[in-house]
């Protein structure tokens, strides 16, 4: 039997949004058997909390957002995914902003602080999600899917394809096997390089910067766009390398990419209250579909107790 773990000590972190760019620091805590991942917005006030649970997604456009009222949070996928990767089953988490802080654009701030404490052990048995029936989520008009089918333990795999000749058709699993902080929490966000004006002239990345973004160039550029790339960001000149890629960062992974889009998924179903016991299988799945699926597993679960 598998016991619930906590955190030992408190950490840490800060820096900007990605999508909003505003400042918050983050404080993440040891807290009480069931209680499972909760946030409080310290600014406004001691009992403006929102539980990580799928029912209270509120936005799912670039990142997922929960709310509870007028409390909300945004992009909390990767703190979810970190905790989960490294078998947190409670904590509290104090933020005095909207958005958690981007950071590295991986979960690695994260494991790098937490994971060389060990975690404490609680008294109660972990809260496995456990399956009679196969849950399916598809979005034809994506062409992605999200599988969860009753298993003896778990296991994800997903298959990214956006239809690049940089990145191609990739794929990355997590199971038993696979040492989550070693080889998917430290994997970054990415971003086309033909999206990010259009999204700085959408309100959107606007905590960007080259620090955290695999930046993919699919498409010719003018020395000029990279230019304007590079203003915007406010750093010297970028260049893109042979292989697609900007220079700004080294891959981590051939399929660095394929990994981060795994770190999302596994902090997205994590909204469905437990750890899952089951296999998942997703194809070109997002924080919408994701999400879907925690809430259809949460259903799920609602019928079977």
């Known amino acids: 039997m ?57 936005n799912t456009a670039r990142s997922t957002t929960i ?14 995914s970190s905790l989960t990767g490294m078998g947190v089953d409670n904590a509290l988490i104090d933020i005095d902003n909207v958005e958690v802080p981007i950071l590295d654009g991986s979960a690695k701030p994260y494991i790098d602080a937490i994971w060389k404490d060990g975690f404490f052990l609680q008294d109660k048995p972990r809260h496995y999600i456990e399956l009679k029936e196969t849950v399916e989520i598809f979005n034809p008009e994506k062409g992605s899917f999200v599988r969860i089918e009753p298993a003896e333990e778990f296991s994800y795999n997903i298959k990214i394809d956006f239809n690049s000749k940089v990145l191609g058709v990739q794929r990355a699993q997590w199971d038993p096997s696979v040492v989550y902080a070693e080889q ?87 909204l469905c209250g437990g750890f899952l016991k089951a296999k998942v299988t997703a194809e070109k799945s997002g924080h919408g579909i994701n999400t879907t699926a925690a809430k259809a597993l949460r259903k799920a679960i609602d019928k079977t107790e």
């Open 184 to 270: 998917i929490g430290i994997c970054r966000t990415f971003v086309f390089f033909h999206e990010i004006e259009y999204l700085f002239n959408n309100g959107l990345v606007k905590g960007g910067d080259v620090d955290n973004a695999i930046v993919i160039v699919e498409h010719p550029v003018t020395d000029e766009q990279v230019g304007r790339l590079a203003s915007l960001f406010g750093i010297p000149a970028l260049q893109v390398k042979d292989n697609g890629y900007l220079n700004n960062l080294e891959l981590r992974f051939e399929n660095e990419c394929a990994r981060h889009k795994l770190l999302d998924l596994i902090g997205d179903l994590r």
């Open 67 to 80: 709310s509870s009222g007028d409390v909300s949070v945004m992009t909390i996928e990767h703190i979810l």
């Open 2 to 58: 598998q016991f619930q773990q906590t955190l030992k000590k408190s950490y840490s972190f800060e820096g900007k949004g990605l999508h909003t760019g505003r400042y918050a620091k983050m404080t993440i805590s040891p807290a009480p058997t069931d209680t499972g991942i909760r946030f409080r917005r310290t600014d406004l006030g001691d009992e403006a909390y929102v539980d990580a649970l799928a029912e209270n997604v509120s």
